[in-house]
């Protein structure tokens, strides 16, 4: 059974919204990222499959492949891993390696963990579907990159009224930006 990772950018606050700039995909000026750069291509080294929903996959698709000359290889990657966008009105994907998924999303994800000899499936930012996932108990892990950072507002991860009564600490690291990567797993 493969592994469905959440893997989230998010404030101290909890938030995952990108309302206000406390997040650059490419880094901040003078701030120095490289070992977030690395840990998150280490993860991408253990994944094959990118979830997203409708609005983060047309999000990302108006972005990374503009990219062309990335320096993180973020680009890179994003254009070659398989992306399974959820959506019921999508058609017109535009962007290589993409397929859409119209059923039922935990059925769709379910069917896709189930697949034999894959690896970890991540889904990122996504929060409709990353809420319906959490929900109906179908996240293995949640890779939470903490910025220090507080935006006061903006939708959180977990929805209003969820209960993870306990979650099991799977690693916690501290990089030199003063983010932070807090990996969980349901208890």
Known sequence: MRTLAITQNITVDGSIEMITDWFDPQGQPGVD???VLEESHRQDARADALLLGRRTFEDFRG?????TDDPTGIAA?????????????LTDLGWRNA??????PVEEVRRLK?????????????ITLAHALIAAGAVDEYR?????????RG??????????PRLRLLESREFRSGITLQRYAPA
């Open 114 to 126: 189930a697949e034999e000899g894959g690896k970890d499936i991540v889904l990122t930012g996504s």
């Open 77 to 89: 990657y994003l254009d070659q891993v398989p992306k399974y966008v959820v959506s019921g009105t």
């Open 155 to 164: 939708r959180r991860l977990f929805p209003d009224g969820y209960e993870l």
């Open 144 to 152: 939470l990159f903490v910025h220090p950072a507080v935006q006061g």
């Open 63 to 67: 972005y990374w492949p503009l990219q």
């Open 99 to 104: 397929t859409v998924l119209t059923g039922d």
């Open 33 to 35: 990222m490289s070992d």
